[in-house]
């Protein structure tokens, strides 16, 4: 059964950059079948989708609103891929998830437990 | 870019049947997919495609689609069926959008 786990810093200092890392066990992050994707969800509001990129880190989507800020990246060595975004402020407070996303079937499943970040100094 | 919209809340008595739609011109296009997230729990895949539902994911729930608008059915909902629900789909061949997400309350 396919895990994903998110880690990083929970608290980050406005703009600085957030870095977090999903680990993916269960199954090879090297499938040509999915992407492997970020979405967002600040505390009380809806989810947001940061971006995705394909196992072997040549392809990759940003949210457009985002976009000048992320940077998604991809180590099929370590079964992982992560998101960095830059010059962070309050309202990117959130609680990250990490996701599979089937392309063929236009879907995020399975989920990682998501892992909350807080921009503050 | 494009957007999803759908209500903010929708209740429900115990037993019967409610449907949550979700709205956009992307939908045209693309099939919506739905999401349960229950609080402090991540969200989980309930349907997906023209209405598919997940390995676990119980009959009552059900998804169509008709023009732009996208509808998931629960019949005859449950206590355990109350939480948040999100649709989502593609808003162009790269990128993707979700709704504003729907409090189901089951009364």
């Known amino acids: 059964q396919l895990q994903l786990q998110e880690s990083g810093p929970g608290l980050v200092k406005p703009s600085e950059t957030l870095s977090l890392t999903c680990t993916v066990s269960?199954?090879?992050?090297?499938?040509?079948?999915?992407?492997w994707a970020w979405v967002r969800q600040p505390p009380g509001k809806g989810l947001e989708w940061t971006g995705s990129?394909?196992?072997?880190?040549?392809?990759?989507y940003y949210n457009p609103s985002l976009k000048s800020r992320v940077t998604i990246s991809v180590d099929t060595s370590k079964n992982q891929f992560s998101l960095k975004l830059s010059s962070v402020t309050a309202a990117d407070t959130a609680v990250y998830y990490c996701?599979?996303?089937?392309?063929?079937?236009?879907?995020?499943?399975?989920w990682g437990q998501g892992t909350l970040v807080t921009v503050s100094s | 870019s494009s957007e999803l919209t759908q209500d903010p809340a929708v209740s429900v008595a115990l037993g019967q049947t409610v449907r949550i739609t979700c709205q956009g011109d992307s939908l045209r296009r693309y099939y919506a997919t739905w999401y349960q997230q229950k609080p402090g729990q991540a969200p989980v895949l309930v349907i997906y495609?023209?209405?598919n539902r997940p390995s676990g994911i119980p009959d009552r729930f059900s998804g169509s689609s008709s023009g732009n608008t996208a509808s998931l059915t629960i019949n005859g909902a449950q206590a355990e069926d109350e939480a948040d629900y999100y649709c989502n789909s593609r808003d162009s061949s790269i990128n993707w959008v979700f709704g504003g997400g729907t409090k189901l309350t089951v009364l």
């Open positions: 495609g023209e209405n």
């Open positions: 996701a599979r996303l089937n392309t063929g079937n236009n879907c995020f499943d399975p």
């Open positions: 990129i394909y196992y072997s880190g040549s392809t990759y």
């Open positions: 269960g199954g090879s992050i090297s499938n040509s079948n999915y992407y």
